[in-house]
Nanobody, 121 residues
């Protein structure tokens, strides 16, 4: 069983920052590409970012504002979110993929329960 737990969500004003954490248990993140997806109100779920042996990827909507990273000593993946906009509001999910070098949404191996991010003044 692959288990992921997201944390760090909350309410933030436009232009503010948040850092999300994804802690893995029962398995080592080093063996998997890992990323973040979000479900915005009234929108389809979209892949926001992913980190793998092939590098890091970002959706156009967050490029330049979000940064994904891994701390293997803590077995944790982070998503640093800067210059947040109201349209960034949604539930953010951490996911581990089946391989270590690709981040296709259809190949998700496991994901967490999500953490709510609300950007509002």
């Amino acid at each position: 069983q692959l288990q992921l737990v997201e944390s760090g969500g909350g309410l933030v004003q436009p232009g503010g920052s948040l850092t999300l954490s994804c802690a893995a248990s029962t398995f080592a993140l080093a063996y998997y590409a890992t990323g973040w997806l979000r479900q915005a109100p009234g929108k389809e779920r979209e892949e926001i970012s992913c980190i793998s042996t092939a590098g890091s990827t970002y959706a156009d909507s967050v490029k330049g504002r979000f940064t994904i990273s891994k701390d293997m000593a803590k077995n944790t993946v982070y998503l640093q979110m800067n210059s947040l906009k109201p349209e960034d509001t949604g539930i953010y999910y951490c996911a581990a993929f089946r391989s270590d070098n690709s981040c296709e949404a259809s190949t998700i191996r496991s994901w967490g329960q999500g953490t709510q991010v609300t950007v509002s003044s």
